[in-house]
Nanobody, 114 residues
Framework: QVQLVESGGGMVQAGGSLRLSCAAS????????IGWYRQAPGKQRELVAR???????HYADSVKGRFTMSRDNAKNTAYLQMNSLKPEDTAVYYC????????WGQGTQVTVSS
């Protein structure tokens, strides 16, 4: 079992920055893939960024060059640094971890005003 807790969401003006955190607990050594997804009202949940166990990262085209995913293995925490935020980045952001199963956090709201 893996538990995920996101934090760091909030309201920011366009062009601003936020850093999201995802603290993992439980069977963290079993995590093969960790990622960030988001879901805007009326839209499907979409991948934002993901990181393999070897540190390789993949970003959605819409966030490339603006968002950076990182992790601190000692703290069992993944981060999503979001810069140059746009109103279209407004969504609930979810942390996701994959072992033999898939786990989700509860989500954190990010609101970007124009």
């Amino acid at each position: 079992q893996v538990q995920l807790v996101e934090s760091g969401g909030g309201m920011v003006q366009a062009g601003g920055s936020l850093r999201l955190s995802c603290a993992a607990s439980g069977s963290t050594r079993s995590i093969n893939l960790i990622g960030w997804y988001r879901q805007a009202p009326g839209k499907q949940r979409e991948l934002v960024a993901r990181m393999n166990s070897d540190g390789t990262t993949h970003y959605a085209d819409s966030v490339k060059g603006r968002f950076t995913m990182s992790r601190d293995n000692a703290k069992n925490t993944a981060y999503l640094q979001m810069n140059s935020l746009k109103p279209e980045d407004t969504a609930v952001y979810y942390c996701n971890a994959v072992t033999m199963r898939m786990y989700w956090g509860q989500g954190t709201q990010v609101t970007v005003s124009s």
